[in-house]
């Protein structure tokens, strides 16, 4: 007869899962259709990175943990300064769990365009592994060409968890799709967005 414990850390990894999957599968759905109809001018993100994070929990001292990124999202047109949109985040804590997260992003036209830019994303997360916490989580993405982007990510969860860490890795739709930099050595021939096209 399996101990109560271990039923409800089943069920929590369970629910867990099943919310990724819905998370994932509905974020890759509309960044799928941004991509399908590029006239649209949709701005669309897919980043994947790794990367180190520092996790205490109920004031504890820091501990390291690896860490993977997957960021998935859609905004508004890349033509204005400004671009809004939402994202879903998976990072993965190796050795210990996943967190998700949904969160507002603003970038500049550079980020979203594939360039040299800035993008500044805030929202909530939740954590179901070890002791279980939510709460505010923030990030920095410093973009560069050719869909380079290092993310620096900071949370502050309910009990005293506390998050921090940094990432590197690649926006596979800032290097194909929406890519304008870097056109000397490498030509975007159907770009989503070009502003000698806006009308």
Not at 142 to 153: E, H, I, T, V
Not at 154 to 168: C, E, M, N, R, V
């Amino acid at each position: 007869m399996s101990h109560p414990s271990h039923r409800r850390a089943s069920s929590d990894v369970s629910r867990m899962t099943r919310t990724s999957r819905l998370l994932q599968v509905a974020t890759i759905s509309m960044v799928m259709m941004g991509a399908g109809s590029a006239h649209a001018d949709v701005s669309s993100w897919l980043f994947v990175g790794g990367g180190a994070h520092w996790l205490s929990e109920q004031k504890s001292g820091y501990e390291i943990a690896p860490a993977m990124q997957l960021d998935l999202g859609l905004g508004t047109p890349p033509s204005g300064p400004v671009v809004l949109g939402v994202l879903t985040r998976s990072l993965t804590h190796f050795g210990r769990g996943t967190d998700l997260a949904l969160a507002l992003r603003a970038t500049t036209r550079e980020f979203s365009s594939g360039g040299f830019g800035l993008a500044l994303d805030a929202g909530a997360y939740k954590r179901w592994w070890g002791m279980e916490s939510a709460g505010p989580m923030a990030s920095l993405q410093l973009g560069a060409p050719y869909g380079l982007q290092l993310s620096l990510n900071g949370a502050l969860g309910s009990d005293d968890h506390k998050t921090f860490g940094i990432t590197f890795g690649i926006d596979l739709l800032r290097l194909t799709v929406h890519r304008l930099a870097g056109e000397q050595w490498w030509k975007n021939p159907r770009p989503a967005w070009r502003p000698d096209t806006a009308p």
